[in-house]
């Protein structure tokens, strides 16, 4: 400022000297009069100097000059580098924020008061049916036409959400899409969806699970108390007595199994994943298979029935990690299956060999009836049967299959099923090669082997 005023004073004195020296005291008037005027001029020029510069809010083209504009130059354009740095700082966490609900699972729709689309992420696009890009500022209710949506909408009472079908929902695979409504600011509402599809599922699962455990449960303790009230009420012959004692023993072992099975299931889907630190031979639980197999094929063969014909090729000199109780249930719950549908005289053929990859294959094969191709993908579901009827007459509770795909992703392996109606079934599990080895040379002296050379005490059957 005082450099403004000190070059105003100089600016006046200098006319007035040079008019003076020019005209005298009328002189020196005039001088006074066109230096203030040019000194005002110049200011003017430098004054829209930094209007054209704030114009083009170019913040690194400010004009180079002194005095009072200069320092107002150099002020802003500190200011709108400020600014500028500012702007840049928010539109990167803009766009870091807008990246973060990308990458969201679920589904975000911005509204506006009118209920305009104003953003959305991907997610929501694709389970809502409409375009990220195309069908901004359109109507919501004009893109997403479903009923259950229309209404919930309409009806102005978010606090609940609303459950519609999914864009891909067909018959065979339903889709549920879940929406709810948050409003926010003026008018606005945030729409936030989710696929819900496996929870769904998940619910229909347990209440069928629980529906198929009263059923298994319930039939045979309505046999039970049937023949507890005839025992009670009726006068029997030791013979009748006999025969009725023998049904209901039946009937209490197939749910003890019920429960053994149950129990093995909660036990599998809770229970830590089995280490890489027990090892077991592979021919042992062969062994233990066959004696399983032999036994409960001479328990199920009706007297003077041609027996099955069972081959259990020899195991390999090798070992396998994981869970000796858990590997041996799965590998014996697919021999006892197999000999539970073969009917008599029909031949089962159980083997183990190793792949050219370094896994191995444990397979079962039998002459079975085989399995329609629309029930293989189903198999391995809880209570799931072909032929509920002929389940029940062998004995099987539904559940094996189920215990063998537990066993299988647990150890990192995988089941297949190959089945042919009228030729038979085949089943394999295919082992990892990280969890075989060859066998150990000194087994007697190794703590492993020895653990896992002690026969399992614990399997399931089906």
Known sequence: MFWRFSSFVLFQLAGGLAGWWLGHDQGALIGVAVSGLVWFAMDLWRGLRILQWLRRGDATGAP????????????????????????????LRLQEFLAAIQASPNGVVLLDAQGRIEWCNQTAADQLGIDAQRDMLQLIGNLVRDPVFAAYYAGNDFTHDAVMQGRDSTAARPVKISVHLHPYGEGRKLLLSRDITALEQAETMRRDFVANVSHEIRTPLTVLTGFVETLQTLPLDPQDRARYLGLMAQQSSRMQTLVNDLL??????????????????????????????????????????????????????????????????????????????????????????????????????????????????RLTERFYRVDRSRSRETGGTGLGLAIVKHVVQRHGAELRIESTPGAGSTFCIQFPASRLRPAAALRGLSSSGAAASRPATESLQK
């Open 64 to 91: 180079a000059m002194n005095g009072l504009w200069g320092e107002i130059a150099d002020r802003t354009r500190r200011a709108l580098r400020a600014r500028e740095q500012q702007t840049q700082e928010s539109q």
């Open 264 to 377: 093995t299931l909660s036990r599998l889907e809770g229970s830590p994943l089995p280490g890489m630190s027990e090892w077991t031979p592979v021919h042992v639980l062969m062994t233990q298979c066959e004696q399983e197999g032999r036994a409960l094929s001479g328990v199920l063969m009706p007297a003077g029935a041609k027996p099955h014909r069972l081959h259990f090729g020899a195991a390999p000199d090798s070992d396998i990690t994981g869970s000796q109780t858990e590997l041996l249930s799965a590998m014996s719950n697919l021999v006892s299956n197999a000999i539970r549908y073969t009917p008599p005289g029909g031949s089962i053929e159980v083997k183990w060999q190793s792949l050219p990859d370094g896994r191995a294959e444990f397979s079962v094969k039998d002459s079975g009836p085989g399995i329609a191709p629309e029930h293989l993908s």
